[in-house]
């Protein structure tokens, strides 16, 4: 099991404006916590603080195990073939055995061999995160995981999460609305 | 985790107008240049290793614009920050993928642009010898001048007044090569470049 994740009064500044402040939240593993909040309101910024991309300007992040994030942006290369693509993704994380099962649970094997520029936006989606399955991370931070994505994808990303939870794995993750996680912890910010 | 790096980098390079671009540049450069001095054989010969050096800087600064730009805007840095690589570590395997790129066509080229200027055989020798050790220097350059650049709109226009002066002891050790010492200090000016370009390129790209 991993440890919790745990923050710590943390504060971010992005532009010289304060997002946030005094922010702690505790996230034990299976668990998901929502962040919640109008436009602008530091959602994406307190997952890239989570990510590691960004550095708190007070307080601190603790546990939650190894992370992995997707953004908005799906970091696809139009010119490499979605196999191509994800196999070096999951041959950083060590999760080449993974991926066929990620990929397939994302329903997206059967598009293994089409270069990324041909796929939708939902697909592209899908293909991100079919990445964050493979990664084989503890703690999952998902920045609007169901843009783009259809009614029967929203389905397999639900169970998805659901599976991860279940073997003790935690998610962060921005919504508006439900993306069909059970029982998470909600998190107001502005 | 470094060779998957420059596998991937040179995956994308064999894939994109970077690959053939400065080198289609660099030999119709060296295809004008008779057309603009006349056609003085013995005055040609002797500006060719200059011309050629130009060729290949002018060339070297064409592909900076899809260098680390498209990774910036399509989140492929934050997937690799999240991962906790080393955005320098990045830069390096970048680097060395670039000069792969660049080099090997640019000296398959050399025989074709040097023909065109009327290089004789010798002088091409040295010449390739002194891109071999030269244009190291001048990939290092170019990847700082991306990552500095990247976000920027019209970034590319900027490298080149970033990367060409910079440039400069380069294309002076480069075109003296037959000068005793030229290409020591020119293998030196790439060392140095080499050496210090990941962490300019990694502080670029690490910043938010």
């Known amino acids: ?190 | 985790m470094f060779w998957q790096l420059v596998r991937r980098d040179l995956a994308l390079i064999a894939r994109s107008p970077a690959l053939w671009l400065p080198v289609i540049f660099f030999v119709l450069v060296a295809a004008i240049f008779p057309f603009a001095v006349g056609p003085d054989a013995r005055l040609l010969a002797r500006i060719a290793p200059g011309i050629l050096w130009v060729a290949a800087l002018l060339a070297a600064l064409l592909p900076i614009d899809v260098l680390v730009a498209p990774d910036a805007a399509d989140g492929t840095l934050d997937q690799l920050a999240s991962r906790g690589l080393a955005m320098e570590l990045v830069a390096a395997a970048r680097i060395l993928a670039h000069w792969l790129g660049f080099t090997v066509p640019l000296l398959l080229a050399l025989p074709v642009a040097g023909v065109l200027v009327g290089i004789d055989a010798a002088a091409g020798w040295r010449l390739a010898l002194a891109l071999l050790l030269g244009t190291p220097a001048l990939a290092a350059l170019g990847v700082v001048a991306a990552a500095l650049t990247a976000t920027l709109r019209g970034g590319g226009a900027l490298a080149g007044l970033i990367v060409l002066p910079l440039a400069l002891p380069v294309l002076i050790f480069g075109v003296g090569a037959d000068a005793p010492g030229a290409l020591r200090l020119l293998a030196a000016a790439s060392l140095v470049l080499v050496a210090l370009a990941p962490f300019a390129a990694g502080a670029a790209l690490r910043q938010e």
């Open chain 1, 1 to 190: 099991m991993p440890e919790p994740l745990v923050a710590t009064e943390i504060a971010c500044r992005r532009g010289g404006r304060l997002l946030f402040e005094a922010l702690s939240f505790r996230l034990e593993p299976g668990g998901a916590l929502c962040l919640e909040g109008p436009n602008g309101s530091g959602k994406s910024s307190l997952l890239r603080l989570l990510a590691g991309l960004l550095e708190p300007a007070g307080g601190t992040i603790a546990g939650g195990g190894v992370r992995t994030y997707l953004g908005h942006d799906v970091a696809l290369k139009p010119g490499l073939t979605l196999a191509a693509d994800l196999g070096f993704w999951a041959g950083l994380d060590r999760g080449r055995a993974r991926l066929p099962a990620a990929m397939a649970a994302m329903n997206v094997a059967a598009l293994a061999d089409i270069p990324c520029r041909h796929l939708s936006s939902g697909q592209r989606r899908r293909a991100g995160l079919a990445r964050v399955l493979a990664a084989g991370a503890d703690c999952w931070l998902l920045d609007e995981p169901t843009q783009g994505l259809d009614t029967a994808s929203m389905a397999l990303l639900a169970t998805a999460m659901a599976a991860h939870r279940a073997a003790g794995g935690m998610i962060v993750t921005a919504v508006h609305g439900d993306i069909g996680l059970a029982d998470p912890q909600h998190l107001r910010l502005g």
